[in-house]
């Protein structure tokens, strides 16, 4: 469509704009300036980004794993013994859980969307539109701070998959105001050719320039209003525009949803690798605890021990005894270590991206396991309760893995464990699902809770289970691994090994 001067119309971003008036240079030389400013920030954010969790810098000739790490935070002096232990531990292993996990390549990002496309076919859709965040991440590997450095803004920025038949490559474009269409170009999304791009000005209603462009003027021709979905993170004033201005919009679901949720074998190494190294990173750790540790000590260590390997944390709960009696904590962190103590953590970290999500439950290294019957026996009650239910809750994730398979439903895993909690007596001391979906978000769907009964999983999904049950001013027990639902087998372990005892987490 092209236009004249003045008229207010969109203007597309491959045609020459020969008649702007005289006055527009002023404006166009702060455009030019803002960009600079903008694309200064995020060549800063993205060499931040190249120090970032796990870049594995080489694989020597033993087999072992070189990487640069992250920055460490700094501890206090009479913590220094503990850290370098656990930092110690950690190297010990080579960080031979790495050599799974790579950077992706432009061509995963291509197979997604043209994933995508072929998925919108099948469930009757147009367009699938998305804005920076995860879901945008997952198609173009831009996050909302790498687009908005500053903050979630106003202005649309949004990318459009057009449906497409199997073998034909989809058409994507992006609606971009028009002072931020060369930023948008400098992003490198990976894409194999130019980016297209429909702009639109300060003044213009974006949601209409975006229905009169091109890639939906057919539909607009047939007298059809375009069916497009959008995702959970999606704004409302951005859903409503669109719904607003002559677009048909629907929530996210069907076979576009499992796009995300199915993944290749590239995003597996990686949550392979993630997952491991939080697990390792935790069993490091636990050999150098000593008593009188506080909760908050021992978070700290364990996330600088996560760091040292390139892996880079992002939630971490370390509980003692009662603390953990509700399962994410709340309390102070100022509750300290003894010999009893059963220690709950729950940490999740990222590299390349994606998320781990792991919870072990044991005891400290200082209490030893007994070796015989009569040394068991010998133990106090409260102890023996501690293995009792750590029991319990082994065989309820080991009763969930049996049915996280092909074609079970999500509802079917979290009541084969809730069966078990509730037949060895403790039902209401299990207060929430046992699991959910994990990739580039720690929680994604399908969400693996008794009333899900609908949810069908397939192979290539990836979920967590973590049974728990927590007895209130006593102590709580969680065990959370992560798990790849493959075809015609049981699920496969994506954190190395599961926990042995209370003694071997």
């Not at 949803?257 to 990173?281: D, F, M, P, Y």
């Not at 049950?469 to 798990?483: A, Q, S, T």
């Amino acid at each position: 469509m092209s236009t004249v001067k003045g008229d207010g119309l969109p203007r597309w971003h491959n045609e020459l704009h020969n008649e702007l008036p005289r006055v527009d240079l002023r404006f166009r030389t702060a455009r030019i300036a803002f960009g600079v400013v903008a694309y200064c920030l995020l060549l800063w954010q993205l060499l931040l980004g190249m120090m970032s969790p796990g870049e594995i810098v080489s694989i020597d000739n033993h087999n072992n794993v070189h990487t640069s790490g992250l920055p460490l935070k700094p501890v206090p002096q009479d913590l220094q013994h503990f850290q370098d232990c656990s930092i110690a531990n950690i190297r010990a292993t080579n960080l031979t859980f790495l050599k799974t996990a790579h950077p992706l390549l432009v061509s995963e990002f291509v197979g997604r969307r043209n994933r995508l496309a072929h998925a919108l076919v099948e469930d009757g859709l147009d367009a699938f539109i998305v804005e920076p965040g995860y879901t945008f991440s997952y198609y173009a590997n831009i996050t909302q701070q790498q687009w908005e450095v500053w903050e979630p803004e106003e202005r649309p920025f949004l990318m459009v998959v057009q449906s497409a038949a199997a073998g034909t490559e989809p058409n994507v474009t992006f609606l971009v105001p028009s002072f931020e269409e060369e930023r948008a170009r400098l992003l490198g999304m990976p894409f194999e050719h130019r980016i297209e791009a429909i702009t639109y000005e300060e003044h213009w209603n974006p949601y209409s320039t975006l229905l009169e462009s091109p890639p939906f003027a057919a539909t607009i021709a047939s007298g059809r209003r375009p069916k497009i979905m959008v995702d959970e993170e999606m704004r409302d004033f951005i859903s409503r525009g669109l719904s607003d201005n002559g677009f048909d919009v629907v929530g996210l679901g069907g076979t576009v949803e499992q796009v995300r949720q199915t993944k290749s074998e590239a995003e597996i190494g990686i949550l392979r690798a993630v997952n491991t190294g939080t697990v390792e990173a935790v069993r490091a750790m636990r050999e150098c605890l000593t008593p009188g540790l506080a909760e908050d000590e021992v978070m700290l260590v364990l996330d600088n021990t996560l760091r040292t390997t390139g892996l880079d944390p992002f939630f971490d709960i370390v509980l003692f005894d009662e603390d953990a009696s509700n399962p994410h904590g709340g309390t102070d962190g100022a509750k300290n270590l003894e010999a009893e103590t059963m220690v709950l953590i729950d940490v999740g970290a990222h590299l390349f991206g994606y998320s781990s999500d792991i919870c072990r439950s044991f005891f400290p290294p200082f209490f030893k396991k007994p070796e015989s019957a009569e040394q068991y026996e010998a133990l106090g009650g409260s102890t023996h309760h501690k293995l009792d239910v750590w029991d319990i809750v082994f065989e309820a994730q080991t009763a969930s893995l049996a049915v996280l398979h092909e074609n079970s439903s999500a509802a079917a895993v979290d009541i084969a464990a809730r069966t078990v909690i509730e037949t060895a007596g403790y039902g209401d001391a299990f207060t929430h699902r046992v699991g959910h979906g994990i990739g580039i978000k720690a929680h994604e769907s399908q969400y693996l809770h008794k009333g899900n009964v609908n949810a069908t999983l397939k192979a290539g999904m990836t979920f967590t289970s973590e049974p728990g049950i927590y007895l209130v001013d006593k102590f709580g027990v969680r065990h959370e691994d992560v798990l790849l639902v493959r075809e015609s087998s049981l699920p496969e372990l994506l954190t190395g090994r599961r926990a042995k005892s209370a003694w071997e987490p």
